[in-house]
């Protein structure tokens, strides 16, 4: 059987590279995905499914149920794309000018539309399929959206899964990981406001860039002056705006920050520090601030049952050498949280190879893991649903 799927799937490979290359050539971002959301949504009415659109905005949830089996099993892929300027020479770089897919969500998808397209055509199975399409996984807020509009009481699954590319790890290989898997994330904004002045007159102005730059090094304390060294958390301030000319003090400044941690104690005390230090600051410059605290993020926990099964459906499919038990955790976060936050289930990386990390300008998702990522999805429906 595993012969089968593997050689059935791989003839969907060319079908694949050009559902990727159309996502890839135009990416949209974060919740406002309406045309990837249409793209996916028509590929499954064609291949026979019953599908449901703008469930939690754009997300897309396709269902197919073979013979009388009581037992569901849901699978998951996201969609949204970065505002990050693309510095690659690919055939389908992307068309949008400051978007683009840097962390491989349009092969996500891909890889799951090819599994369904397999299972749509050899029916396999008894019981019912639901795949599970969502934007906004960046900004944390398509899971939460979608289990909010009734995912899983609309369409109930037993157990829902989730994959990931990760550059590093050995291309095409599939590693797990039970438990704590990857951290809450917590996006927030500091906005500084000052009083601007001509450049000349810095005594007239209340420098907001001064204090901006005072704040970022006094933030890198938290960790290093907080945290035990035993213990994973990440504070960093991954955009700092303010002024547009070299002779001017600017009226306001905007930091940009990504808080990540492991435990549900540490991550209160970082906040805390972030905030304390924010009005400490503040103060110490004469300047107002503004915290914009975002969707809160949720630590990733994978089902150790689920964990464990899916590993040993991915060996029988793909051998030993090619799937990884207990692998590191990961601080970067995915909003696939929300959703073992109802089911069980778990979450597993598949390697991209020797390549720039995800969210890097030069970011390449290897496209020759894509009929590999979409028999694991086939694997697991067919052992799931016998």
């Known amino acids: 059987m595993q012969e089968k799927i593997l050689s059935e799937v791989a003839k969907l490979q060319p079908e694949m590279k050009e559902w990727m290359d159309f996502m890839h050539e135009n990416p949209e971002l974060n919740m406002n995905t309406p045309n990837t959301a249409k793209f996916i949504a028509e590929k499954l009415k064609s291949w026979g499914y019953d599908v449901a659109e703008n469930i939690g905005k754009y997300g897309v949830v396709a269902t197919m149920t073979i013979g009388n089996g009581a037992k569901s099993i849901g699978l998951r892929a996201d969609f949204d794309a970065l505002p990050i300027i693309e510095d690659n020479d690919l055939p389908y770089k992307s068309k949008i000018e400051g978007l683009s897919h840097l962390c491989g969500h349009d092969a996500h998808s891909t890889m799951l539309l090819g599994a369904a397209k397999y299972i749509s055509n050899a029916k396999n199975f008894n019981g019912t399929v639901r795949l599970i399409f969502q934007p906004g996984e960046e900004t944390m807020e398509g899971a939460p959206s979608m289990v909010a509009d009734g995912l899983f ?32 994330v917590d996006n927030w904004e500091i906005e500084l406001t000052g009083k601007g002045s001509h450049g000349s007159m810095p005594e007239l102005s209340i420098d907001p860039i001064v204090c901006g730059a005072s704040l970022v090094m006094a933030l890198q304390t938290i960790v290093s002056r907080n945290v035990s060294p035993w213990k994973n958390s990440v504070v960093n301030v991954g955009a700092f705006q303010s002024g547009i000319a070299g002779n001017a003090v600017p009226q306001k400044a905007i930091l940009r920050l990504s808080i990540r941690n492991m435990e549900p104690e540490l991550r209160s005390m970082v906040l805390d520090k972030i905030r304390s230090i924010t009005k400490a600051q503040a103060e110490a410059f004469n300047c107002g601030y503004e915290i914009r605290e975002g969707v809160a993020g949720a630590v990733l926990v994978n089902t150790p049952e689920n964990t464990k099964w899916a590993y040993e459906v991915a060996k029988a499919t793909f051998g030993d050498d090619e799937v990884i ?5 990961y601080m970067g976060s995915e909003d696939f949280a929300f959703m073992l936050q109802k089911k069980v289930g778990t979450y597993c990386m598949i390697g991209n190879g020797d390549t720039f990390m995800v969210h890097h300008p030069k970011y390449v998702f290897n496209q020759k893991i894509l009929s590999k990522g979409a028999a694991y999805w086939v694997a697991l429906v067919e052992n799931y649903l016998k």
């Open 153 to 184: 009481e609309r369409f109930p699954v037993d157990a829902v899964y989730g994959m990931h590319n990760m550059p590093g790890l050995p291309l095409g290989k599939i590693h797990f990981r039970e438990g704590e898997t990857m951290a809450a």
């Open 325 to 329: 038990y207990n692998m590191l955790p």
